[in-house]
């Protein structure tokens, strides 16, 4: 039987018996008031973080708006941070790892991958150049575009993804000049206040705080009147809301928001070779990922042998203890999300749905949901038409291919999208017919990437992040014009 390890088990203590503070202008600020955060692994208290308040919150956003001028100045200094910043990440990947797990339940090997992609982030804006051009250099004149900083920006980070979401908020960000107010979410706020802790020492003080707590907190950093830039990642409904309460201060917006994403299997795709990459696609983290497969168009001749292959990946998927070597699944994030899952799962079933693997969350602690696959559902039925952000698959049968693009078209969703196929050409070119910030040949999530934009089309989000597109999101172009250099 597989174990926990000894230093694993030391790590996990650690954890637990931590006190979690903020970073507000370089000083760890502990708060007057806290609130509990689960394990979801046990539905037990993990531990408890600082519920920030009014005057903390404005402190936070005082010292990064009296940081900017200095930070704003020195690019080379900028570099050297978000070098250290990696260095920090890589050295401390275990604890940091180990808490993503515990807070978020995904698997332990998982977790600690993402703080070292979260490191490859810091690295590669590190060096990116900022994309200053001379436009024109004559008798005439000498004229310049150049990107400035913005101010304080505020990073809002979901549960989802705790850790990679604060180096694509933070790295450009800082990059750019900006300072930066991060706030995760009150469900997952850990790991982002111990990145704060471990970061004290190599950011200058202001330039990067760590807030906590539930809402209104989050709307109260939205509103503040200096902050510059949201930079938000989470639903379709708060990001619009965001959108409105944003309009009269005209501040700049990057919004990452959900996805219904589709994959299309083309009828020379064979299940043998395609079934478990796809399954991954749709299943990873627990489906708990916008840029996942959540609607599934195969060939209705095909369609009960993909059913069939996913249904056996499901009932050989290891679910249980993140903590554990060789667990592929832990449990859902939050109980609202897990009992979302359970009710749709139930309603799907009961509306006439073949539940062919899973289907029924398993008895004891904690929100475990079997990965499950289901068949013979309506178009328009809800675990088709929204994104259900969980373990649940269905699959969609589709007699011409030109019915299966205009059915993955047909939602108010863009953010990704994929084909699978053995002709390549082909796939590539019914994929470029996605209305979707991303499209993928015979992978989901290949553009995901430091040096990539991603964002959404529709509903899906508005702007950019990662690659220069992303860093050019955290700056405003100046033209700077003068007389001509030389005689």
Known sequence: MTTVTTTVTDLVDRIRAREYSMTIDGRAVSGADRFAVDNPSTG??????????DDELDRAVRSAHAAFPRWRGDIVARRAVLHRIADVLVANQEVLGTLVTLEQGKPRAEGVGDVLRSADWFRHFAEVDLGDRVVQDDENGFVEVVHRPLGVVAGIIPWNQPMLMISWKTAPALLAGNTVVLKPSSSTPLTALLFGELVREIVPAGVLAVISGPEPLGSKLIDHELVRKVSFTGSTAVG?????KTASSLKRLTLELGGNDAAIVLDDAEPEEFAEQLFWAAMKNNGQMCALIKRLYVPERRRASYTEAFADLAGRARVGDPLLDGTQLGPLATPAQFRGIRDLASATAAQGATIAAGGAARDGAGYFFPPTVVTDVAENSAIVADEQFGPILPVVGYDDVEEAVARANGTDFGLAGSVWGADLERARE?????ESGQASVNHHT???????????????????????WGLEAFTQLQTLAGPARHA
């Open 240 to 244: 619009m809301g965001i959108a409105q």
């Open 44 to 53: 037990e208290t993990l531990a408890t973080a600082p519920r920030c308040s």
């Open 430 to 434: 019914i994929a470029s017919r996605f």
């Open 446 to 468: 290949r553009g995901i990437l430091p040096h990539l934009p991603f964002g959404g089309a529709k509903h899906s989000g508005i702007g950019y992040e990662n690659g220069s």
